[in-house]
T-cell receptor, first 117, second 111 residues
Framework: EAEVAQSPRYKITEKSQAVAFWCDPI?????LYWYRQILGQGPELLVQ????????DSQLPKDRFSAERLKGVDSTLKIQPAELGDSAMYLC???????????????FGPGTRLTVL | GQQVMQIPQYQHVQEGEDFTTYCNSS?????IQWYKQRPGGHPVFLIQ?????EVKKQKRLTFQFGEAKKNSSLHITATQTTDVGTYFC???????????FGKGTKLTVNP
């Protein structure tokens, strides 16, 4: 069964350093999401892509976070500089359907657990 | 903005007991989805409800969407240790496709 791949699985960094996370969605999935999940909370959407275009980045702290999906396949989420409050699980999800059709099932990857010291 | 509230936040049961978690939205939802996250794992899609008053069953799990499409519930009959995890409901925000997740209900099952 196809799965969403993410790397690294764990990342420990010091504050003010730069970190990057990678996501490879299920093949053929047009929509890709990046979520942040703080311990004890539900996932919170950071950014949504359809193909290579950003659909929603209203919750992305753009002063330090950036995301790209240049060829409409895999995606990178970057934080620079990292802050203590960024410690969380960063989840990537993908969905086969295109924006504007309907809210569809999202398939989550295993996540990257970030610890900022 | 739209809020999705879940209760209880935690639930501990003995194996074989039933379990129910409730989800309430501040606005009417076009649909609601349920996900399960095992300890140390990632959310896994369980089901989507679309119609007012809809009830769907998956083995021992029963999902219900309220008549007003503002609330939902997940009921597990005769819990097993494999049911352990956090159950999240999620609904689209306003007219967008952006999913807003509840904080989840963490279920622990004592064998």
């Amino acid at each position: 069964e196809a799965e969403v791949a993410q790397s690294p699985r764990y990342k420990i960094t010091e504050k003010s350093q730069a970190v990057a996370f990678w996501c490879d969605p299920i093949s053929g999935h047009a929509t890709l999401y990046w979520y942040r999940q703080i311990l004890g909370q539900g996932p919170e959407l950071l950014v949504q892509f359809q193909d290579e275009s950003v659909v929603d980045d209203s919750q992305l702290p753009k002063d330090r976070f950036s995301a790209e999906r240049l060829k409409g396949v895999d995606s990178t989420l970057k934080i620079q500089p990292a802050e203590l409050g960024d410690s969380a699980m960063y989840l990537c999800a993908s969905s086969p359907f295109r924006s504007g059709r309907r809210t569809d099932t999202q398939y989550f990857g295993p996540g990257t657990r970030l610890t900022v010291l | 903005g739209q809020q999705v509230m879940q209760i209880p936040q935690y639930q501990h049961v003995q194996e074989g007991e039933d379990f129910t978690t409730y989800c309430n939205s501040s606005t009417t939802l076009s649909n609601i989805q349920w996900y399960k996250q095992r300890p140390g794992g990632h959310p896994v899609f369980l089901i989507q409800l679309v119609k007012s008053g809809e009830v769907k069953k998956q083995k021992r799990l029963t999902f219900q969407f309220g008549e007003a499409k503002k609330n939902s519930s997940l009921h597990i009959t005769a819990t097993q240790t494999t049911d352990v995890g956090t159950y999240f409901c999620a609904g689209p925000q306003g007219g967008s496709e952006k999913l807003v997740f509840g904080k989840g209900t963490k279920l622990t099952v004592n064998p």
